[in-house]
């Protein structure tokens, strides 16, 4: 079984089934030319949509990596945003656990939320963390919008203040309108 069908069977264990958005004559098809975003509607288990990386640990032989979204509601545009992501994490600076990725422009339209934080993916844990993969183990992190404010407070304070912070104002990670905790 190649990569990506052992990362779609992955998130398939985890989430279900999904639909696939492939890519032609973009950028991330030159360096990832196997490279997909799977989206996953609601279900029983999770009232949200997932937007999800497939192929993009295809690059980095020390750890794979793979990021996901969850949005309130069905938006394609973060097809685009995890595209974008993982170009830059294969054709600039190496992206882990703890760092920040400039949108460019909110995740929804009047949203503060222009940023994300790559964090590890609370709600579903260890089964969905990891992926053991000869010779390159995979790691699936979360990719959670934030404000340039709670960027800024993470460069800052560090991700571990900026989490404590998110715990105690109840933070609602899918309310695109919601305001910094900052």
Not at 31 to 46: D, S, T, V, Y
Request: a negative charge.
């Amino acid at each position: 079984m190649d990569l990506n069908e052992r990362i779609k069977e992955h998130y398939r264990s985890n989430w279900g089934g999904f639909t696939e958005h492939t890519f032609s004559g973009e950028p991330i098809c030159k360096l990832l030319p196997k490279f997909r975003i799977l989206k996953f509607k609601p279900n029983e288990k999770r009232n949200l949509w997932t937007y999800a990386t497939c192929g993009m640990s295809a690059i980095d032989k020390k750890q794979g990596l793979e990021l996901f979204m969850l949005a309130p509601t069905e938006n394609d545009f973060l097809i685009e945003l995890l595209a974008a992501a993982a170009h830059y994490h294969t054709s600039g600076d190496t992206l882990g656990l703890g760092h920040t990725v400039n949108f460019g422009c909110p995740w929804y339209d009047g949203s503060e939320c222009d940023y994300g934080l790559i964090s590890l993916p609370y709600l579903d844990g260890p089964s969905l963390e990891w992926l053991a993969n000869e010779p390159t183990d995979i790691r699936f992190l979360w990719l959670i919008p934030i404000t340039k404010e709670e960027r800024d407070y993470k460069k800052e304070k560090g991700i571990e203040a900026l989490e404590c912070l998110f715990e105690r104002s109840s933070f609602n990670y899918t309310d695109p309108f919601r305001k910094s905790v900052v």
